[in-house]
């Protein structure tokens, strides 16, 4: 029987910055090299959230003022349904502006705090200077793994661009460490966040197609736990993935 | 009367401008930068007085100045303009330095001049209130070089503080719900230009577009004031289109200038119609793509509105649609180079709105023997390049013969890779080797057929530097 993996990819209408979008089609891609269907589901505004029906939740980063837009929806809509999946372990994976949104709040650079969704034990403050450039990282969770032959598997490359700067709470460890790049706030070396299966990043744009072994991690995770803890990714292959991964290793910051 | 500053800027502008042309170098920003830096009130002593159009906007501005100037041209004016796309106050100084023995020259003869000055939009913010133009066209607001902006609604602030800055007219695009709700505020000085909008409704009944497997990253799907979506009756391309909020009843405004063409907007030539001012002309289209009817209705809306400021009764929207017709493609928008009985043609590609485009030429060209796709990450170019994942690559064909080059070459052979548009004969190279790469594809390129290159802007620059050689064509700045 086909196999489908079910993706449900929130408010593409709104958090759609900077290539977020790649992350969905590397899911897609990386699940096709072993005959995985994917199935993308497109949730906005006014929409429900039914946790059951998704594998992997994907939120993205957006503007600020798009953000806005999203934050009553999100905290009065979807926002309990989203606390029951990340309790009962589905896999999500949040990027930027989605990240911020997890979190117990996000602070102006008024002082002005926004109530966010109190999924993950992190926090934000803004800053005015933006955290701009090439980014890597290294994270102790990867290894190649299905990821055939991956380059340097636990190096996760990608490129940054917020003004928040995310502190961790009790409870959430770091995603990865910085080796290039400022990560989750410039100052503590910590790039990320993961919560049972809850992973997010600062990375956007061409974070999964560049980081297959991540693509995988979270393709993996999601089937064990709809299929069960037995099942294992079959191996695929990352030649291309590793062309982009040997030219991104040489971090250039402008 | 000019300030001894401005004079001495002027003495060593002229001065730097021939050592680095006799040095076989395009003087396009030094000369301005230094003559900024001598007399820092150069761009306000130069400007006084003078009649002058800024066009600025993330896309079409190079074209859209292009157009513009070439009708100013023909209607008798001497033009001083920044045809090599340095559109930074040092690029538009140097218009001014370089220009000033040419506006001399025809002041003699009793002959205008008129500046057409393509304007980044950080550097519109601090030169427009210098400047002071007659008119101001803003062409459109679409994601692009976020690495530098931030946001876009950055990059909309600083259209904005420019626009503040002076009284001139403002020519906006109506089509575009970020661009139009400029008009707040400075409603006694704004027109309207965009699509025709009978033909923007058939357009969408009879070319219904076939869902995307995944739809590309949209700019404004929402009213920011009320955070409601738009309604949209009708569309052109992105979010240009007749939209409403249900909200607020905030709406498209009807535009002052329109196009649109009869048939294809892929076709070089293709009929093109242009009304304004209760008047309506025939034109072709000479450069094709839906985005260069906005362009070309952008030109005539500037000029017709500038001849009104300026007084000149020749910038009648007939006299403006003929001259439209035989304009040429700017600098690395859709030039195409003939070779023997085969063509080559440069698509600038340098945000996804404009990547989206090319490859929506290219699918609907029936000329396509190639596809080069370079793609560098250059300050110019804007550092990051994760916005070739905001594209819809799923949806096309590409070519057997597909070829990738730039220093991220591999970035965006990843992208086709992953779309599975691309067959597997797609070939790569490193940017040192990306003029053999163009040489092979052209080689492997049918007679009568074209192939379609596609340089984000450094990479056009080098690749063009190395055409210019090979097939001696004219240089840019000259």
Known sequence: ?254 | MRSFGTAAAMAAAGAIRFALRFLGKGATTLPGKVAIRIAPDFLNEMSRGKNIIMVTGTNGKTTTTHMISEILKKAGYSVGTNVSGANLASGLATVFAEHAPAERAAGRKGIPTAYVLETDEAAFAVTAGRINPKVCVVTNLFRDQLDRFGELLYTRSCIEKGLDATDSKVLLNADDSMIAALRNGRENRVAFFGADEAHMMSNNVTKAAEPATLPSSSDAEYCLKCKVKFEYSARSFGHFGMYRCPSCGDHRQTPDFSAYTEGSTFETGAPLILTGEGARASSSLSIPGAHNVYNAAAAIGACVLFGKEAGDETLTLPFCAEVLSLVRPAFGRMEKIMVGEKSFCILLVKNPVGLDRALTHISEATDVGGVYLLLNSNIADGTDVSWIWDVDFESRKFPDQTYVSGERYAEMLLRLVYSKAVPDTVKSAEMKRSEALFEEALAACPDGKCLYVLPNYTAMLSLRKYLVGRFRLKNYWK
């Open chain 1, 1 to 254: 029987m086909e196999q489908t993996i079910r993706i449900c990819h929130m408010y593409p209408d709104l958090l759609n910055l900077y290539g977020d979008r790649g992350n969905i089609l590397a899911l897609a891609y990386r699940a096709g090299l072993r005959g995985i269907k994917a199935r993308v589901t497109a949730l906005s505004i006014g929409e429900v959230f039914e946790p059951e029906q998704y594998d992997i939740v994907f939120f993205g980063g957006g503007q600020d003022a798009e953000q806005n837009i999203i934050r009553a929806d999100l905290v009065q809509i979807k926002g309990d349904a989203v606390k029951t999946a990340v309790n009962n372990g589905n896999v999500f994976l949040c990027i930027c502006g989605g990240y911020q949104m997890m979190g117990e709040y996000y602070e102006e650079f008024d002082g002005t705090r926004i109530d966010c969704l109190h999924a993950i034990n992190i926090y934000t403050i803004a800053q005015k200077k933006r955290l701009i450039g090439n980014t890597v990282y290294e994270s102790d969770l990867l290894r190649a793994g299905a990821a055939h032959n991956c380059v340097e598997p636990r190096k996760l490359f990608g490129f940054e661009n917020h003004s928040g700067r995310t502190f961790l709470g009790e409870g959430v460890r770091p995603l990865a460490k910085v080796l290039c790049g400022a990560g989750n706030n410039g100052e503590d070396g910590t790039e990320g966040a993961v919560y049972r299966n809850v992973y997010c990043t600062y990375s956007h744009g061409s974070f999964l197609p560049k980081n297959p072994a991540m693509a995988d991690h979270l393709l993996e995770k999601a089937l064990k736990q709809r299929i069960g803890e037995d099942f294992c990714l079959e191996p695929a292959e990352c030649e291309v993935e590793n062309i982009a991964r040997t030219s991104a290793s040489t971090c250039k910051r402008g």
